[in-house]
């Protein structure tokens, strides 16, 4: 793996972030805020809010000791505290309260602790991917301004870390080709499309009273996922332009774009 390139992204992606206005005038229906303030409470403490470190028994095969992996880990969970901050001005903004605990948040961290690192690290990426269907429906059909741009900027980030789990994934040989890719792919499919429902079962509520629908963010959701999987083929198989990753019709339709 380039860890050089990764450390550079990081040192990179710190600078021009244009802070969000969060004192411009806010006219949000108070119906609307209601619905909207729990999930952006639950995500501040969900997104960077928690440990800003991975938590796994065995953590520490993957990044022990000083070495450029622990800095990239570093790097990627303090941007991960970075979301929590401007999560945190948002709620502030709307009038929320910064939670501290919530048994969503609470289940995450348990299943986290009590998986390997390997598992962890799976955790980690689905969450970043539906959670970046979640935020691309908050951007488009957000009410407020400042909101809309702390999405935008939230979703530059997590663009980065879903490429740098590209890359981990790639460089440890994790082909999604072949029968046990197939099985792989399965498992991660399974397991994506699981925690997208978890997440519309806390949250649903939110992106529909701004307009998003649950077929949209599983749509969001679907790309999302069938992305991931075609750009670790991609990476795997820089020179075959006719991979085809498996896509179980049902899960995802195949886009022209993504062959
Ligand atoms: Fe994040
Ligand atoms: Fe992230």
């Not at 979301?83 to 299943?111: D, K, M, N, Q, Y």
């Not at 994506?192 to 749509?219: D, N």
């Amino acid at each position: 793996m380039n860890y050089t390139k990764w450390i550079a992204h990081f040192e990179r992606n710190r600078k021009d972030r244009p802070e969000p206005d969060w004192s411009a005038p806010m006219s949000i229906c108070p119906k609307i805020l209601a619905a909207m303030l729990p999930s952006l409470e639950q995500f501040r403490l969900g997104d960077g809010g928690g440990p800003a470190c991975l938590i796994a028994h065995d953590a520490d095969r993957f990044c022990g000791g000083a070495t450029p992996m622990r800095t990239i880990v570093d790097l990627w969970f303090a941007e991960e505290a970075g979301h929590a901050r401007l999560l945190g001005c948002a709620v502030e903004r709307f009038g929320g309260r910064r939670i501290t605990s919530h048994w969503s948040f609470t289940a995450f961290c348990l299943c986290r602790r009590a998986v390997g690192v390997r598992c962890e690290l799976q955790v980690l990426l689905l969450t970043e991917l539906v959670s970046t269907a979640y935020y691309r429906l908050l951007r488009r059909h957000s009410p407020d301004a400042p909101l809309a741009t702390m999405c935008a900027l939230i979703l530059r980030d997590e663009g980065g870390h879903v490429a740098f789990h590209r890359d981990r994934l790639a460089s440890a040989g994790r082909s999604p080709l072949g029968l046990g890719g197939a099985l792989w792919q399965a498992q991660f499919w399974l397991c994506g499309l699981a925690a997208a429902t978890v997440l519309w079962t806390s949250h649903g509520r939110c992106l529909g009273a701004i307009g998003g629908s649950r077929s949209e963010y599983f749509q969001e959701v679907r790309h999302e996922l069938g992305r991931f999987v075609l750009s670790l083929c991609r990476a795997l198989e820089p020179n075959s332009g006719s991979v085809r990753p498996i896509q179980p019709a049902y899960f995802v339709p195949v886009r022209k774009e993504m062959i």
